[in-house]
Structure formats: structure tokens, C-alpha cells
């Protein structure tokens, strides 16, 4: 059994009403495959008993000598990975591959190659079952994984999207309706991250090494620029905040304390403006729930600012449980659970997949609600 099946399959059985979202009263069993990146994970999801058994596997050692992903090897390690991880899914789930109802699969955005594998295995499953298949937006599922928390949240919502590719803020109406309120201008926060670290000579993945390092940092001996924290647009910039630390790095460092206090100066710098951002994107929408989702949400620096920013301001901020802020089954599962029932409520359901595609590039802003058939 995978870690982040031992850790939360059993405290995820919530059922999609009790999150605000619509529910058939006869529940749907979707099997569903993460492949974008450098996490093979695959998940069952049932719209009436919650997550019933996941596998996850992690290439972070595959590329960390190579300091940053190669996609050719992330393809190739999803070709290996996935049916395995598939069975051990099922297994946990205690159902065989004919009681699937459904099929999802990340379609984008992502790695071309990665994406191809989960497509293919998806659409093949779901065509050799002669069930429903459908490609999910990974960002919606990012955004929606805060469902399978023991707390989930209600839409509308406002959320914070913050990963190593993406820094969004977006208004969540319901399923399909997200409106952008703001964009990173230029690098990511999970990409400031990995630069960061990069230049502090650590290893890759750069983010929780950073942060483990600045564990040890005393705040005060440097100071980073925050960009855009006064400025009066949802939008983030971090390239700016990337290059004072080149300077400082370039500047000399006296000693390991050195480091670490460069650290942890660099980590409050990205968390100041994604936790001012995101509060006040809540106060300028007049929402008071807040989700952070993707994989910048499991920094606990973080999560200390918005939990105190909440009390102070009386809204209310869920995270996803932290095995599942990483890509992962799970939130495929979940989201393509979600988008199946919409469009059959709706008068449409999915059919049998005939073939499929992916799509490396695709704004999550481009998605659009299921809306009921005229007449």
C-alpha cells in the first residue's frame, strides 16, 4: 500500500453533498490516473463512500541527480508505473476492474510524453470496459482536492493555486465556473522556490529542502524584496525576489548559519505575498472561505500565515490533507467523479472514449461549466 493510501484513504469518506456539490443517489466508481509530471498516482473514487484506495509513486530520486525533471525519463517511469500502481488501487479498494463505472485521466496541462502515458492508459481502460472516459484539467484538480479534506469547504470559494509551474488566484463559483482574479507575471512560487534553492546549493526537489533548511535560520540578517505585495492587482511576480538572492548568494556567505538564514528569509518572502494576495483577494471578493491548493500548500510557514490571518479576519481557510497537495489519483478521480455527474444531471453524459489527446498547455480559465441541454 502506498504512504499517502495508508495515510488518508480511511479519513476521506466524504460524500460530494456534504460539500456542495450535486449527488446522484446512485453512486459512481472512478477509477483515476495522474501522470502530468514526475508523480505516477492512480486512485478510486466513490461519489457515495468517498476515496476507497489510492497508489502513489514519486520520481524524485529518479531526477534528483540530474536536478530538475527530464521528461524523457518521466515518460518512461509512467509506462512502468502505472498499470502496478493501478492494481494496487484496486486492491485497496476492494473492487475488481469490472465494477469501475468511469474513467478519468489528466489530459493537461503538463509534459507531452507524461500526459500521452495516463491518456492512453485511461482512454484504453475505459474503451476495453465499454465505460465512460474523461481527460480532467490537473488544476481543476488541484482545485477541488480540498473536498477530500475531513473539512471541505462549500462553494463558492476563492483559492490560491500554487505550485512549481502555476500561481494563480481564481473565484470558484461551482464546478467549471472559475474566474482568474490574478496570475504570476513571470516565475511561479514553487518555481522561486527550486531557483532559490538551486542557488543555495541544494538538491533537487528545491522547496522542502529550502524550507528544512531554513528551519534552522534566524530572521533579521536579510532582507528580500516582496514584489508586488503593495501593489493593488491579485497579480504575483517572483523573478525579481529570485535575483536578490543571486546577489546575496553572489555576495558571499560566511558560514552554514549564513545559509540558513538566507533560507528563511526567501521562504517568508514567498509566503508574505502569496498569504497578503490570497487575503486579499477574500476581502475583495466578500467570500469568506478560502482554499490553497497545489503543491507550494503544504508549506507550513504557509499555512501559519493564513491560519493567524483567519482568526484575525474571521473567514474561513481549508488546505487538502498534505499527502495530497502533490499530484496525485486522488484529485483526478475526484474532479472526473465530479464532471461525469454534472454532465449527466445535465442531459449529456460522457460516452465511450473512441481515442483522446492531450493538451500540454491549457488554461484552467478556459474550462467551461456543464450547463443542461435546451429543451
Known sequence: MGQASRQHAGNARRRPEDTGTACNTTPMRVLGIETSCDETGVAVYCTRDGLLGQALHSQVAMHERYGGVVPELASRDHIRRVLPLARQALGESGLSLAQIDAVAWTQGPGLAGALLVGSGVGASLAWALGRPGIGVHHLEGHLLSPLLADEAPQMPFVALLASGGHTQLMAVESIGRYRLLGDT????????????????????????????????????????????????????????????????????????????????????AITEVLAAKAVRAVRASGCERLVIAGGVSANRQLRQRLAEAQRRQGFRCYFPPPALCTDNGAMIALAGALRLQAMAEAGHPAGIPSGFSVRPRWPLESLEPVTAQPG
Open 185 to 268: 507575471l513571470d516565475d511561479a512560487a514553487g518555481e522561486a522556490f527550486d531557483k532559490s534553492a538551486k542557488l543555495l546549493g541544494l538538491g533537487y526537489p528545491g522547496g522542502p529542502a529550502l524550507s528544512k533548511l531554513g528551519e534552522a535560520g534566524r530572521p533579521g540578517r536579510f532582507r528580500l524584496p516582496r514584489p508586488l505585495l503593495h501593489d493593488d492587482s491579485l497579480n504575483f511576480s517572483f523573478s525579481g525576489l529570485k535575483t536578490a538572492v543571486r546577489t546575496a548568494v553572489g555576495g558571499g556567505l560566511a558560514d552554514d548559519a549564513a545559509r540558513a538564514d538566507l533560507a528563511l528569509e526567501v521562504e517568508s
